[in-house]
């Protein structure tokens, strides 16, 4: 099952969807032409990251790789990507981004529905009212899927602890994201707080907690796996943080400076600002300041974006960052009695997911 465990992932995720696709169809037709569109999101990409930890948080605690128990556990992890789902569908819209993985995004496909049907109305209302509902009804399945896997009550009660503060963490993370956006807060404390509830809970180290908890995991396992996890999920997001300006759009699947255009205080622009700051350098402020949330940034700007982000030490200080947070993840991980191959295995994937391309 390891071997291919993206694979697996995505036929359970097949599975449960059709079942729904037809529920929804019964409803009405329309409405199972919108959760098409769902149903295809979810499935036409994403790394699997998370089920890949919540996979291997149930593997470091002694959990089978075969048989009953562990499709079940198989199946509960691919409920994580429904919880991804919805938070990429809503996000998006947040961001009024146009594509995601190299397509339009799902607010952006209910406009071009809205405008080809001649509907009534304003189109961006409509897309934006789709995305909504839809994300609602992925944020619902999720936690259909996970107590319908098959895990003993004992087991899932164990679960709920970490499935329900990842849900309430990634939303508070997604707030704050919008509200540094609006209080212009470039302080590096504010950015690594967001990284910490928006990405390193919900990416890491929640799902590795989930497969924990079904497992049975001693305290100890999970204080291990806890300390890894919020770690590796900080790095990761730095790394995203990167990507989102430093990335190649046909590999990340968005535009080239997106992040800046949405106007991101991430942890890069911190340590950006907090340099320009430091040395009285106003014109770098000054252009800092223009790049952030302009919608109609070209490429020659930002380009001129990350040169400064380059020069003011930004991109060094969050490579150190990311370097410094998986080592201290990998430190946490050796000091823990976890079982093998999960503790190889997990040290493999902290380095894979802060160290990619996209």
Request: charge should be negative.
């Amino acid at each position: 099952m390891e071997s291919s465990l993206p694979d697996q992932v995505q036929r359970e995720l097949t599975e449960f969807l059709r079942a729904r696709r037809t529920e929804a169809a019964e409803l009405d037709p329309a409405f199972g032409a919108a959760v098409a569109e769902l149903a295809d999101f979810v499935l036409s990409g994403g790394k699997r990251i998370r089920p890949t930890f919540a996979w291997w948080g149930w593997r470091a605690a002694g959990g089978s790789d075969e048989g009953p128990a562990a499709i079940a556990m198989l199946r509960a992890a691919s409920a994580l990507e429904l919880l991804q789902a919805c938070a990429l569908v809503h996000d998006d819209l947040i961001d009024e981004s146009d594509t995601r993985r190299g397509n339009p995004t799902v607010h952006r496909k209910f406009e071009q529905v809205h405008q080809e049907s001649g509907f009534a109305g304003d189109d961006r209302q409509f897309g934006m009212a789709g995305a909504v509902l839809l994300g609602d009804l992925a944020l619902s399945w999720a936690d259909d899927m996970l107590h319908s896997a098959g895990i003993p009550p004992a087991a899932l009660n164990r679960a709920l602890r970490p499935w329900r503060a990842m849900r309430t963490e990634v939303l508070a993370g997604q707030y704050l994201d919008v509200l540094g956006q609006v209080r212009g807060d470039e302080s590096p404390q504010a950015a690594l707080r967001i990284c910490q509830l928006k990405a390193a809970s919900y990416t890491v180290q929640r799902p590795l907690e989930v497969g924990a908890e079904i497992a049975g995991a001693s305290p100890a396992a999970l204080e291990a796996l806890r300390r890894f996890g919020s770690d590796i999920g900080v790095a990761f997001q730095l790394r995203d943080d990167l990507l989102g300006v430093f990335g190649d759009p046909e590999v990340t699947g968005k535009p080239a400076g997106d992040d800046l255009r949405e106007g991101k205080r991430t942890l890069l622009i911190a340590e950006a600002a907090a340099t320009a700051l430091k040395q009285g350098d106003q014109e770098a402020l000054d252009l800092l300041h223009g790049v952030l949330g302009d919608p109609d940034l070209d490429e020659q700007r930002v380009e001129q974006a990350r040169q400064l982000l380059t020069r003011l030490g930004a991109v060094a200080a969050v490579e150190k960052q990311i370097t410094d947070l998986t080592g201290s993840a990998l430190l946490a991980l050796h000091g823990a009695d976890l079982a093998e191959p999960a503790a190889s295995r997990l040290a493999e994937l902290a380095v894979a997911v802060t160290d990619r391309t996209r």
